[in-house]
């Protein structure tokens, strides 16, 4: 990380390691935060996550999905290494799909306190039926909250064509 003080970078353990070891469980511990240099501006950071997976609390079966989290940071940021071990640590995870998004959004709220961040799940089918949870939240008290309301209410309100799932 280029460009950053030792003091910006601390708490980075694994960006750069070599000896990378992927949790076998759900596992928040991995998440890992950097000080965002660019406070005074409001800006998105969009993460895409083509290959999540997790298993069915029910039937122990697999479930794939593309998650994608949006958020506007306020101090700290997520890490990308962290956050891809993260997701990865669902994979013999089980819970439903609206579980999975609120539980990534919630543990990201604790990890950062960002002032804006949504979460949407679009799983692919089983049973003949694909579930696309949404969540979405904004800092209490503040403009980042009634954005979150708006931009619940007007989710989705063009849904793309699912042919392909």
Same mark, same amino acid.
């Given at each position: 990380?280029?460009?950053?003080?030792?003091?910006?970078?601390?708490?980075?353990?694994?960006?750069?390691?070599?000896?990378?070891?992927?949790?076998?469980?759900?596992?928040?511990?991995?998440?890992?935060?950097?000080?965002?240099?660019?406070?005074?501006?409001?800006?998105?950071? #969009? @993460?895409?996550?083509?290959?999540?997976? *997790?298993?069915? &609390?029910?039937?122990?079966?697999?479930?794939?999905?593309?998650? %994608?989290?949006?958020?506007?940071?306020?101090?700290?940021?997520?890490?990308?290494?962290?956050?891809?071990?993260?997701?990865?640590?669902?994979?013999?995870?089980?819970?439903?799909?609206?579980?999975?998004?609120?539980?990534?959004?919630?543990?990201?709220?604790?990890?950062?306190?960002?002032?804006?961040?949504?979460?949407?799940? #679009? @799983?692919?089918?089983?049973?003949?039926? *694909?579930?696309? &949870?949404?969540?979405?939240?904004?800092?209490?008290?503040?403009? %980042?909250?009634?954005?979150?309301?708006?931009?619940?209410?007007?989710?989705?309100?063009?849904?793309?064509?699912?042919?392909?799932?």
């Amino acid at each position: 990380m280029e460009g950053r003080t030792a003091e910006e970078k601390k708490g980075i353990t694994l960006l750069g390691s070599n000896g990378t070891k992927y949790p076998t469980d759900y596992a928040p511990q991995v998440l890992e935060t950097f000080v965002n240099k660019h406070q005074d501006n409001d800006y998105f950071v #969009k @993460f895409n996550c083509p290959e999540f997976t *997790s298993l069915c &609390p029910i039937t122990g079966q697999p479930d794939f999905a593309a998650i %994608y989290i949006s958020y506007i940071p306020d101090v700290r940021m997520v890490e990308s290494k962290s956050l891809k071990l993260y997701l990865f640590s669902f994979r013999n995870h089980g819970d439903f799909h609206e579980d999975c998004v609120n539980i990534i959004m919630k543990d990201l709220i604790k990890l950062m306190d960002p002032k804006y961040i949504e979460v949407w799940g #679009k @799983f692919t089918p089983r049973g003949g039926i *694909s579930i696309d &949870p949404y969540c979405n939240y904004g800092r209490k008290g503040t403009k %980042y909250e009634a954005m979150a309301e708006r931009r619940l209410f007007e989710h989705d309100m063009y849904p793309e064509r699912v042919s392909n799932r």
